[in-house]
């Protein structure tokens, strides 16, 4: 989905709610967690950090402790603790790569 390669993650939740509803109202689905991520991740690659602490702390936090999310979400997270995200050990979150994995 070309929203989500270009990072306009709203675009591409909106899009998504619309053509597949059910997906959506499961907000604890694997597609509503990885859009989430991707939004948190846009965030930081742009420097939003403000928006993206936010952002975690009303969206993100709804999967902590979930099983098959933990990693992902703790990798997430761990971009904050950076003052160059890019160039730690989760830096491959904010890579163009990245989007495609999640499309």
Not at 47 to 65: I, M, P, S, W
Request: with cysteine; hydrophobic share 40%.
């Amino acid at each position: 989905m070309k929203q989500i390669r270009s990072g306009d993650i709203d675009a591409a939740f909106c899009k998504l709610c619309n053509w597949y509803p059910w997906i959506f109202q499961d907000d604890k689905s694997s597609t509503c967690f990885l859009l989430h991520c991707q939004k948190f991740i846009e965030s930081v690659r742009v420097g939003a950090v403000e928006e993206a602490v936010k952002y975690g702390r009303t969206e993100l936090a709804n999967f902590f402790g979930l099983a098959g999310f933990a990693d992902l979400v703790q990798d997430c997270v761990a971009l904050l603790a950076y003052e160059k995200p890019q160039e730690s050990s989760v830096g491959y979150l904010l890579e163009d790569s990245q989007r495609e994995l999640n499309t």
